[in-house]
């Protein structure tokens, strides 16, 4: 061999030897659901009831056609029920408080009592158009992205205000003891107490779906189209998981931070895969 080409093989040689080395985390699959499950959005971690719940679309992704249901899934992947609460539109997000499930639905924020397993109240955000993801303080204060009007809500004893707009695409909300982070257009970040953005990452896939906390300063968050990347409390990302190729999409995660599980559901394949954190 040429010197010069031995010298390029040892280029791309130490090139992904380096890139490997560099990812500090990686996934590693545990179970894969049924394909039973209808458009899976999201997917909620309970560890007080050791259960998933997912949010199923079924019709139209924005429509208020009363066919999107929340189903149950154990944790170890079988199934309980398709559909355990019906009577939803388009449900995404959710959030957990006080024994009631929170389920972004178009246009309204469904309550669900989770020991009764029914629909309990629904609060009517005017001029919503497309609630798309929901946290939670220890307090009861929900926040909810509009994805539309490129906007985050806050519910607070019953009132509707205005925490973010004019943002490019917003979509995940995620409260972590007083802090609020958010996705928007391929960023992740936090928001800062005077109402402005700090960036902590970009570089992403423009459809930003969940984040997740992963512990430290670390979050975990998935894009749409079918991307999951690992963001270190220093800025570095690590490229969890890539199915773009395969078309399966990685919409809004849940996580289990005891033991470090992630759940994603694949949308249109209609299943919810999990994955130990490594």
């Known amino acids: 061999m040429k010197p010069a080409l031995i010298c390029i093989a040892l280029f791309s040689f130490v090139l992904v030897f380096s890139t490997a080395q560099s990812q500090e985390r990686k996934l590693v699959k545990q179970w894969e659901t049924?394909?039973?499950?209808?458009?899976?959005?999201?997917?909620?971690?309970?560890?007080?009831?050791?259960?998933?719940?997912?949010?199923?679309?079924?019709?139209?992704?924005?429509?208020?056609?009363?066919?999107?249901?929340?189903?149950?899934?154990?944790?170890?992947?079988?199934?309980?029920?398709?559909?355990?609460?019906?009577?939803?539109?388009?449900?995404?997000?959710?959030?957990?408080?006080?024994?009631?499930?929170?389920?972004?639905d178009v246009d309204a924020i469904a309550v669900i009592d989770i020991a009764q397993g029914k629909i309990a109240d629904r609060i009517v955000i005017d001029g919503a158009k497309g609630l798309n993801d929901i946290s939670i303080d220890a307090k009861g204060v929900v926040y909810v992205s509009d994805s539309h009007n490129k906007t985050i809500l806050k519910v607070e004893n019953g009132k509707v205000s205005t925490v973010l707009e004019n943002l490019k695409g917003p979509n995940g909300v995620l409260v972590v003891g007083k802090d609020l982070y958010i996705t928007d257009a391929g960023t992740l970040n936090k928001v800062e107490a005077n109402g402005s953005l700090k960036q902590l990452a970009d570089g992403m896939e423009g459809g930003t779906d969940g984040i997740e906390h992963a512990g430290k300063g670390d979050f975990i968050v998935s894009c749409w189209a079918g991307s999951v990347w690992y963001i270190h409390a220093n800025g570095k990302k690590d490229h969890l998981l890539d199915t773009r190729e395969q078309k399966i999409n990685s919409a809004d995660i849940g996580f289990d931070p005891v033991k470090k599980i992630l759940y994603v559901p694949t949308f249109f394949k209609n299943s919810v895969v999990a994955y130990a954190v490594q």
Do not use: Q, R
């Open 34 to 104: 049924d394909t039973i499950l209808k458009v899976p959005e999201s997917v909620l971690f309970d560890g007080k009831n050791k259960v998933l719940y997912v949010a199923n679309i079924d019709g139209g992704p924005w429509e208020k056609d009363g066919k999107g249901s929340i189903g149950k899934v154990g944790l170890d992947g079988k199934i309980i029920a398709t559909e355990w609460v019906t009577g939803l539109n388009a449900p995404k997000g959710m959030g957990i408080h006080a024994g009631k499930l929170y389920v972004a």
